[in-house]
């Protein structure tokens, strides 16, 4: 494939990238990555960013691999994709109104296909029916298989997309190394505590900043209640593994990329999801999206976890866990004194060094807090029942969230409440996951030598 970038592409810094020195080195992206320019190459670059367009040529190869690295995005100017070239796929069970609302919505697609995932009363109008319940996977590979167009657009019943959700979507696919786009998922604010909360952290919505999407980064996965697939690339893989009711989009992005290709997450466009109804019904799906953990990690060997960090930034944290705060800082003080020397070859100023050292350790305490909340916390909870510092590591692991319920625009007692809900329903799934796969690779952290790529 052609690493020259379509005409017209424009590329946008991504908010992590840091020019260095005399600007030729580049810092950024997620994970962290760290390229050294030429002198002609760091030109290319203040033209860029300044607004010029990349021209094909050597200069489109450069671009590829800053767009590879994360940091910059693509912005093509204009795409020759339409609405007529993309079917919208819908898989519904027991949801009539959802399915009239999400049609409704995306009534810019023309071509369209609705599959009954095994109703109880079967769905009228619908293109294709299910007489058993199958799971989404199944619905979804039902959908793709009979449109005839080259993109396809997964969106669920319970979803709404907002007007000129389509277009930033569309630019995206002018790259042919993109072989799937997602918009971004927001939830629906309502009057209740429970759309409060998923209305500022819904755990489909990937957040407000572009993205290359890629397993241990900012944005690992992407959700398929709105997604858009080249249909070749869907035949090529099979679609969806049908045999993993929970995690099968994570599963589908996973592969895509694997096969060499590129996932974009965007989100100019954006796609509105409605809430469970109840509190019940709500904890029963993280609960779900917790028991994927464990089949996701044998398909996927070493691309999840539950906190991955530097073993410096862990073995500091761990110390001062285990009540030995001033070794577990000497620790943290010692790696942060030797990234300078490390880095100091490579273009990077010592007080970056230093910075970077210390950003890393304060990430690893809230990976670890995260980890003790959504994976650790039934192995802490027996230590915690008769020791205080087993209480208060415990404790300090949700503090995080009481900042969190602090900032949130609808936040309060009831947010806070919801949060620490969220987490341990979602650990409890992951723990009921890894006993079915008898497995604990979820459960388990990852170390790295701390260096830059």
């Not at 190869?61 to 204009?78: F, I, N, Q």
């Not at 893989?237 to 929970?246: K, W």
């Not at 990234?339 to 100023?349: C, I, M, S, T, W």
Request: glycine share 8%; net charge positive; charged share 25%.
């Amino acid at each position: 494939m052609s690493t020259d970038l379509p005409a017209g592409t424009r590329l946008v810094p991504d908010p992590s990238l840091r020019r260095l020195g005399d600007g030729r080195v580049l810092l950024g992206g997620s994970p962290l990555r760290l390229l050294r320019l030429g002198a002609a190459g760091s030109r290319l670059v203040d033209r860029w960013i300044s607004g010029e367009l990349v021209e094909p040529g050597a200069a489109s190869k450069l671009a590829r691999r800053l767009l590879e690295s994360g940091l910059v995005h693509p912005e093509p100017a204009h795409t020759t994709w339409t609405a007529d070239d993309i079917t919208l796929v819908v898989p519904v069970k027991d949801d009539r109104a959802g399915l009239r609302r999400a049609l409704r919505a995306a009534s810019d697609v023309p071509n369209r296909i609705v599959v009954d995932d095994g109703s109880t009363s079967p769905i009228p109008d619908s293109t294709a029916r299910h007489e058993h319940p199958r799971g989404p996977a199944a619905a979804r590979n039902t959908g793709w298989r009979r449109a005839e167009t080259e993109l396809v657009a997964f969106v669920d019943a319970d979803a709404e997309p907002a007007a000129g959700w389509l277009e930033p979507v569309l630019r995206q696919f002018a790259d042919p190394a993109v072989l799937a786009v997602a918009p971004r998922i927001t939830g629906v604010a309502d009057d209740s505590s429970l759309g409060r909360y998923e209305s500022d952290r819904s755990s489909l919505d990937m957040g407000p900043r572009r993205a290359l999407v890629r397993p241990m980064s900012r944005v690992s996965y992407v959700p398929s209640a709105a997604l858009v697939v080249r249909r070749s690339a869907l035949a090529e893989l099979g679609g969806f593994r049908e045999s993993l009711r929970y995690g099968e989009d994570v599963d589908l992005v996973w592969r895509l990329l694997e096969s060499g290709g590129v996932v974009r997450y965007e989100p100019e466009s954006v796609v509105r999801h409605r809430t469970r109804p109840g509190l019940r019904s709500w904890l029963r799906q993280r609960f779900q999206y917790g028991t994927s953990a464990a089949p996701l990690s044998r398909h996927h060997h070493g691309k999840l976890s539950c906190a991955r960090m530097s073993a410096w930034s862990g073995a500091s944290w761990a110390l001062i866990a285990s009540g030995r705060p001033r070794i577990g800082l000497a620790v943290g003080a010692v790696s942060t004194a030797l990234l300078p020397r490390k880095l100091r070859e490579r273009g990077v100023p010592d007080a970056e060094s230093l910075r970077l050292a210390a950003f890393g350790h304060l990430g690893a305490g809230r990976l670890l807090a995260e980890a003790l909340r959504r994976a650790w916390w039934p192995l802490l909870l027996p230590a915690a029942l008769c020791s205080s510092k087993a209480r208060t590591v415990l404790l300090a692991a949700f503090l995080p969230c009481l900042v969190e319920a602090c900032r949130a625009e609808h936040g309060g007692f009831s947010w806070f409440a919801l949060r620490m809900l969220d987490d341990l329903a979602y650990s409890a799934g992951v723990w009921a996951g890894c006993a079915r796969e008898r497995t604990i690779a979820p459960l388990l952290p990852q170390f790295t030598e701390g260096s830059l790529r």
